[in-house]
Antibody, heavy 120, light 114 residues
Framework: EVQLVQSGAEVKKPGESLKISCTGS????????IAWVRQAPGKGLEWMGIIFPGDSHTRLSPSFQGQVTMSVDKSISTAYLHWSVLKASDTALYYC?????????????WGQGTLVSVSS | QPVLTQPPSSSASPGESARLTCTLPSDISVDRYSIYWYQQKTGRPPRFLLY?????????GSGVPSRFSGSKDFPANTGILFISGLQSEDEADYYC????????FGPGTKLTVL
């Protein structure tokens, strides 16, 4: 079964750093992009960007450039989303997802989401 | 990044049809883009429903019933998700998306099946 399993919920303070993870299984992890999508409480979906595990090529949406870093360790089929300085506005549910190999806009596999709460 | 417009809410009764719209800004033509549609039920990750570029370029997600379909209204510069034979399980948030170099989601429409 193809699946993405994300790390557990996090409670952090503003100014702290954080790295959340997304581990893929059941498919050839290096060959498929991994996308990250943010959903603030009660709000809609925001596309953060994508990373290609095969070569770590990253495409961040303009709104998230300089705000987060995406990385991957293909040896353990895991992608990461990293903040060096968290803000309260980073409080959200973060999904990793796998776009289809033929069209990166078709996102057909989703992780369960990681809830990040940032509060003083 | 373009800003897509979706009505915040829509409602219909079981068995009826729903027409959800996604309007592109006037400076980009709906003709240029495939319109992707995602469904998100409460507490669940989104689900890819379908994309529509033209009548000859469409695709539906795995297991998505044929009562979900897409189209475009060119004069209105709008993508449309049409759901026929509404069922209570269709109650969800529906997001459109385009890909002008990177994905852009619309704000979503909450569909209530009364």
């Amino acid at each position: 079964e193809v699946q993405l399993v994300q790390s557990g919920a996090e409670v952090k303070k503003p100014g702290e750093s954080l790295k959340i993870s997304c581990t893929g299984s059941g498919y050839n992890f290096p060959n498929y992009w991994i996308a990250w999508v943010r959903q603030a409480p009660g709000k809609g979906l925001e596309w953060m960007g994508i990373i290609f595990p095969g070569d770590s090529h990253t495409r961040l949406s303009p709104s998230f450039q300089g705000q987060v870093t995406m990385s991957v360790d293909k040896s353990i089929s895991t992608a990461y989303l990293h903040w060096s300085v968290l803000k309260a506005s980073d409080t959200a549910l973060y999904y990793c997802a796998r776009p289809a190999i033929v069209d990166t806009a078709i996102v057909d596999i989703w992780g369960q989401g990681t809830l990040v709460s940032v509060s003083s | 990044q373009p800003v897509l417009t979706q009505p915040p809410s829509s409602s219909a009764s079981p068995g009826e049809s729903a027409r959800l719209t996604c309007t592109l800004p006037s400076d980009i033509s709906v003709d240029r883009y495939s319109i992707y549609w995602y469904q998100q039920k409460t507490g669940r990750p989104p689900r890819f429903l379908l994309y529509y570029k033209s009548d000859s370029d469409v695709g539906r997600g795995s297991g998505v019933p044929s009562r979900f379909s897409g189209s475009k209204d060119f004069p209105a510069n709008t993508g449309i998700l049409f759901i026929s034979g509404l069922q209570s399980e269709d109650e969800a948030d529906y997001y459109c998306m385009i890909w002008p170099g990177n994905a852009v989601f619309g704000p979503g429409t909450k569909l209530t099946v009364l």
